[in-house]
């Protein structure tokens, strides 16, 4: 039983880290642009699907520039469609990312069709590892330490270098930024990439543990805003917390009572905001209240 359980908490913490990916990514998005973002989750499918077709047609070595393809696109939807509801009623985005997302999942039921596809892990990293009582396979803990990896790179983006200010500062007050001479056009549409980006990050990791279908966004969407409301708006280790929180909770659930894992993760939701209505770690962001 001791195994059982430790395994599972593997588990669950590569669900977190996927989860965090998607999830700050999300965030830096509303945090920047004010909106909330219901595509995120179709461009979470379309990682997975860009790197199901850069494997078939180039070989696994080519899988990365999966993401570079979906904030391609992102960044191109931001363009010619976000940029037109900057500033007006916060109902007209959530509408708009909504009606995307309905879209874009109907665009990966044409090219890719309806039925699921296979992706199997790398042959490199198949197989288990077994060390004392937890057994996990190899592409899990491959996943579990890129992750780490990416996340580390993006706190250091953010806190040291003068691209990441400006985002920070942006999320907090954009007019002010703007006045500084910085040409917020051009930040909101590689800000609109970025979150784009980390979640193909997550489709493209996510491609050989979930199932490579149209509807796996629903999957991605409804945890990544659980994970941002429990951890708290604004903030980057209340995000890294709440989705290792989720992920395990999510993992153990599944192994003891499969029919409550989808609900256990609103459960916890609901049992922080009753103690913390900003969440774990949330801020007071006056640019929202």
């Not at 459960?267 to 103690?275: N, Y």
């Amino acid at each position: 039983m001791t195994s059982l359980i430790l395994s599972q908490i593997v588990n669950g913490l590569v669900l977190g880290f996927l989860y965090v990916l998607i999830a700050i990514g999300l965030s830096i998005i509303f945090g920047m642009l004010g909106i909330v973002n219901f595509a995120h989750g179709a461009f979470f499918a379309l990682g997975a699907y860009f790197a199901l077709t850069l494997r078939n047609e180039l070989g696994d070595v080519w899988i990365f520039l999966a993401p570079l393809c979906v904030a391609v696109v992102g960044m191109g939807i931001e363009v010619t469609l976000m940029r037109r509801i900057y500033g007006k009623e916060p109902l007209l985005g959530l509408l708009i990312t909504f009606g995307l997302a309905l879209l874009i999942e109907e665009i990966i039921r044409t090219v890719w069709g309806t039925v699921g596809h296979p992706f199997n892990a790398p042959a490199a990293l198949s197989g288990f590892i077994e060390y004392g009582p937890i057994l996990v396979t190899r592409y899990r803990v491959a996943v579990l330490v890129l992750t780490v990896v990416i996340l580390l790179g993006l706190w250091l983006f953010l806190r040291r270098t003068p691209y990441g200010r400006i985002i920070r500062a942006g999320s907090r007050d954009a007019e002010m930024v703007s006045m500084l001479g910085i040409n917020l056009k051009r930040v909101f549409t590689l800000v609109f990439g970025l979150g784009t980006a980390l979640a193909g990050v997550a489709g493209v990791l996510a491609a050989p543990l979930w199932s490579v279908v149209p509807s796996m966004s629903a999957g991605a969407i409804m945890p990544a805003f659980v994970v941002v409301t429990i951890g708290g708006l604004g903030s980057f280790a209340g995000a890294v917390v709440s989705g290792l929180l989720v992920g395990v909770s999510v993992a153990l659930t599944i192994q003891f009572w499969p029919a409550a894992a989808t609900a256990v993760m609103y459960v916890l939701m609901v049992l922080v905001l009753l103690v913390r209505p900003r969440g774990l770690l949330g801020e007071r962001w006056e640019r929202f209240e």
